[in-house]
């Protein structure tokens, strides 16, 4: 494979807990985004180039340019949502219709690129005291599934649980279990405009959930499987690589 058709990810992350708070600290030291980097980088090995930008960059380092060079972003966010620029979420928005893939991490819920693309509220119930998650795989042929143990067990986790406000997915590769009888809707595949979309909830940051490498696995599975949109046959396009993409893992 040449250097040039290597799927391009941007991971960014918000990487204000990190910064000030003393016990996320101690869980992510090199900031979310580090084990969330490292596991697609090892998941998708030599196909991949990863590149972190995070909302204090200029531009939240997401300019027209690193836009253009992303086959796919990840998004996590929690605190900060209203200090992303709307210039920035437009952005992104048109960059997803165009055929850019999106992973939306956790609280990334709220954020405003995800409520723009769902149309929704969003909302969800939630409960922070690290109970137990268990991850069950409702669609086992998916491709973002591949390789990925059913169950997941996250042993502390905040709970997310329904009602999740959000549009039916088009398709629903997770639900979620919880110590406290909840269920929860956790991996929601969407198409929007030539964008593939996948909402992920694990991910809390007190909880060193992004270094388990079953976790990394999901999220490297879902960055090959948003990359694998074609662009469309009859609508102007930005892309300048106009080749099919298909990046789905093998499972194990
Ligand atoms: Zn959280």
Known sequence: MTPSSRLRVTVWNENLHEQHQ???KKVYPRGMHTPIAEGIRRELGGEVTVRVATLDDPEHGLTEKVLADTDVLTWWGHAAHDRVADEVVNRVHARVLDGMGIVVLHSGHMSKIFM???GTSCRLRWRENGERETVWTVSPTHPIAAGVPHPIVIP????????F?????DELVF???YEGGEVFRSGCCYYRGGGRIFYFSPGHEEYPVYHQAEIQRVIANAVAW???????????????DDSPRHWYLIPD
Do not use: K
């Open 116 to 118: 723009r693309l769902m």
């Open 175 to 177: 639900i979620s279990s």
């Open 156 to 163: 502390h986790q905040e709970m997310y649980g329904e009602f």
């Open 22 to 24: 003393e016990s996320v």
């Open 226 to 240: 948003c990359a694998g949109g074609s662009p469309a046959n009859d609508l102007p396009s930005a892309r300048s």
């Open 165 to 169: 406000d959000i549009p039916a997915p």
